[in-house]
C-alpha cells in the first residue's frame, strides 16, 4: 500500500528529481537522461521515471507535474513525502522583455507568487530557491548564463487586462506556472529547490511560439543542463 494518494510509485524513488510539467517532457528526458528507466508513476497521466543518470551513474527521478501550482503542490508534496530532497523545475516560459529570445535557457533566481497556490501556503510576494543548488545550475549552464526573476500565474489564458506590464514593473522577466509553488514547498519542507526554464514563447509586445523541433531540442538542453548541476551536489 503506498502512503501517497495521487502518485502510485511502481519504482524506487530517488531522492534527486527534475520536475517537468509535460508528461511527454519527462519521457523525452527519461530516454535521454536515465540508463534503463523504470516507470515510477503514471496514475492520472502524471508519468514519471526512474533509472541511473547516463552523467553519473546515480539514481535520478524525472516525474511530471502538471499544469499550474494546484497540480504541481500535490505531486511535490508527496515526493517529499516519500523522499525526495533535491528538486529541479525544467520546464518553459514566456518572455516578458525584449532581452529574452526563444529558445533561451534561463536560471530562475527568484519567483514573484501571483498565484493562489503559492498564497495559500503563506509564501510572501517574492520567493527563491536554495542558493547553493541556484550556483550549481549557473555553472552548469557555462558561459551563457542568464538568471532571470519569474512570476507564477494561475491563468496561461484570459488573465487581467494589463497584468504584464505590471509585472514587468514588479521586476520579472519571464512568466510561468509552478515555480513560486516549488519554492514556497521547499522552504516549508526543508527542500533544495531550483528552476531551470526554456523561453517557449514571447509574450510582448505579441505573442509568438517556438518551433516544435526547436523547442524538443531545447528540452533535451535544460535536462542536460539540470544533471550535470545534481551530478556536482
Known sequence: M??????????PLAERVL??????????????????PRMFNHNRGLWGYTGEAVHDGRPLTIQSTGMGGPSAAIVIAELAELGARTLVRVGTCGALVPARTLGEILVVREAIGADGTSRALGADDRLAGSPELLSRLRKALGGSAADAVAVSTDLFYDGPAGAER??????????EMELATLFALGARRGLATGGLVIVSDLVLPERRRIDPDALQSAELEVGEVAIRALAAG
Open 2 to 11: 503506498t502512503s501517497t494518494i495521487y502518485l502510485h510509485p511502481t519504482a
Open 19 to 36: 520536475l517537468p510539467g509535460d508528461p511527454g517532457r519527462a519521457l523525452r528526458l527519461a530516454q535521454s537522461l536515465l540508463s534503463e
Open 166 to 175: 505590471e509585472w514587468v514593473a514588479a521586476g520579472a522577466d519571464v512568466v
